[in-house]
């Protein structure tokens, strides 16, 4: 490896930390948040249903490049509430991707509930089983299973969505290699991210199919 390679390589993964941080944050917030929403859009109370429903369709209509600047810039202009909504870069992303990436995880949390055959719901109920009881022991495992490939494609895409945060400044991965190409007039810092981006996701990769494996049941 060139000495050229190897100074973009150090000087990119200065990124990497803040990359990773918005990654396992996102994920950590919007999975949860995501089957709440699930929850929230098989209600049976229509106010309820209703706001689920106007939710993920403006998450998942608008760009999150567009909500990221919402968030951002946005939100303090909104009269009265505004200046307690000013938040730091980081902060701002952390909150558009969550919010965006749950919108998403609901409707594949949601998927995976109505692939669950009514005979699993009935059989329970024969067996005395309570609606808690249902939903632990015999939904939530085969919706996670249903559910785990496409989880591990929307994972992946939040790795590469990342890269979207340079806009508003935030020293990541893209922030750092655009500033190398900027500074050198060489578009090698590009391919350095991009390698970096790659063995990100070969190891997230790697995790989601050993999921796989443990609840191939």
Not at 41 to 62: D, F, P, Q, W
Request: proline residues 4%.
């Amino acid at each position: 490896m060139s000495p050229h390679v190897l100074s973009l390589l150090s000087s990119i993964m200065a990124g990497v930390g803040k990359t990773l941080s918005l990654f396992a944050i996102s994920l950590i917030v919007s999975i949860p948040l995501g089957f709440l929403v699930t929850l929230m859009l098989r209600s049976k109370l229509k106010v309820v249903k209703g706001i689920a429903e106007v939710y993920v369709y403006i998450l998942r209509g608008t760009p999150l490049l567009l909500q990221l600047f919402f968030v951002y810039f946005g939100l303090p202009f909104i009269p009265g509430i505004g200046k307690y909504m000013v938040f730091e870069r980081f902060q701002a992303a952390c909150i558009a991707f969550a919010l965006n990436y749950a919108a998403y995880f609901a409707e594949i949390f949601r998927g995976g509930l109505l692939a669950i055959d009514d005979g699993q719901y009935e059989a329970a109920k024969v067996l005395g089983l309570t609606h808690f009881q249902t939903m632990w022991h015999v939904v939530l495992p085969q919706m996670v299973r249903v559910t785990l490939p496409a989880v591990s494609n929307e994972t992946i895409v939040l790795v590469k969505d990342t890269a979207l945060v340079t806009a508003i400044a935030v020293p990541e991965i893209m922030y750092y290699a655009k500033g190398a190409v900027v500074r050198d007039a060489d578009p090698t810092a590009f391919i350095v991210a991009g390698a970096i981006y790659l063995v990100i996701n070969f190891f997230i990769t790697i995790i989601f199919k050993e999921l796989e494996k443990k609840t191939d049941f």
